[in-house]
């Protein structure tokens, strides 16, 4: 299923003006040429990728490189090379981002030409009194939470979700970031994990897919751009991970229930895969 979120498909984020983790400015692209379909004659992208990547076990090589056989739009190996978009164009042996022009061509800080997959958690629970009743907004909604980190790299409050590992499945991914960057897993002690097990197990093998397609990250090039597969793992009672306490690891600087509203502003595409899981919850919960 590919469900597209209103507002989430046109480029906003990957047009701005610096290129993050550099100086290297994108070309202007005004709305109008977005669109590989519209002619931009005078259309002149710097070429830019990342030092850093280079020689990283989780980045490419360059296109051009002998070693290099890319099997675009298939499963290459353990590499997923398919878009949630479709088939994608190679254009000059380099893929071509299927929703248009970003300023700038090669893969940035991005590890793979194409698509590069990541997956999101968006962990919730109801706000409650000190009763332990659902507390309701000004409109007498109930008000939901989700579990929010703080990047290390932006600064910006996000989904602790992370990039998918070769070969791994993208629901693994989710409950992996989340484990990782909201609960600290990395550093937490083995035995303080294993009491919660079960429990655990249960409530995230119980994901609601609420999208799956391109993202608009910062990050994009006209060459290499994310995708992501968000999933909500909703706790009604608040007794799972609900009363948990949560520990920023790995990536993450800050981890926090945050109470979802409408205006919400946050990382990437990450406001309107939350806006989507607030719509469903609340009718959820008017339905029962
Ligand atoms: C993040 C995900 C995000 C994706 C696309 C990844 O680096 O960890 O949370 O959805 O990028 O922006």
Not at 7 to 15: A, V
Not at 42 to 50: I, L
Not at 58 to 76: K, R
Not at 201 to 225: C, H, I, L, Q
Request: a negative charge; aromatic letters at 10%; glycine letters at 8%.
């Amino acid at each position: 299923m590919n469900i597209i979120l209103v507002g989430m498909i046109t480029h906003f984020k990957c047009r701005l003006d610096v290129y993050p983790r550099s100086s290297v400015e994108r070309f202007p692209v005004p709305d109008d040429k977005v669109s590989w379909a519209v002619d931009y004659k005078e259309y002149r992208p710097r070429n830019h990728t990342a030092q850093s990547i280079h020689g990283k076990p989780w980045a490419d090589p360059e296109i051009g490189d002998p070693e290099f056989n890319p099997n675009w739009n298939h499963l290459d190996k353990n590499v997923d090379r398919q878009s949630y978009t479709g088939q994608y164009k190679i254009v000059d042996s380099y893929p071509l981002n299927p929703i248009g022009r970003t300023g700038i061509i090669g893969r940035g800080v991005l590890g793979r030409w194409g698509p590069n997959h990541a997956a999101d958690p968006v962990v919730t629970r109801w706000k409650r009194l000190q009763s332990g009743e659902v507390e309701k907004d000004n409109s007498n909604k109930p008000i939901l939470q989700f579990v929010a980190i703080k990047r290390g790299d932006t600064g910006e409050w996000a989904l602790p979700g992370g990039m998918v590992d070769p070969g791994e499945k993208v629901t693994k991914t989710a409950v992996r970031e989340f484990r990782e960057e909201a609960m600290n897993s990395l550093v937490m002690p083995q035995g303080k994990i294993n009491i919660c097990e079960q429990k655990f197990e249960s409530f995230f093998s119980n994901g609601e897919e609420v999208y799956k397609g391109y993202v608009d990250d910062p990050r994009n090039t006209d060459n290499a751009w994310m995708e992501t597969a968000a999933y909500n793992f909703h706790d009604d009672s608040g007794h799972v991970v609900g009363a948990l306490n949560l520990h920023a690891g790995d990536d993450a600087v800050g981890v926090t229930w945050v109470d979802a509203t409408p205006d919400l502003q946050l990382y990437a595409s990450h406001s309107s895969i939350v806006k989507e899981v607030l719509k469903r919850r609340l009718n959820a919960f008017s339905s029962v």
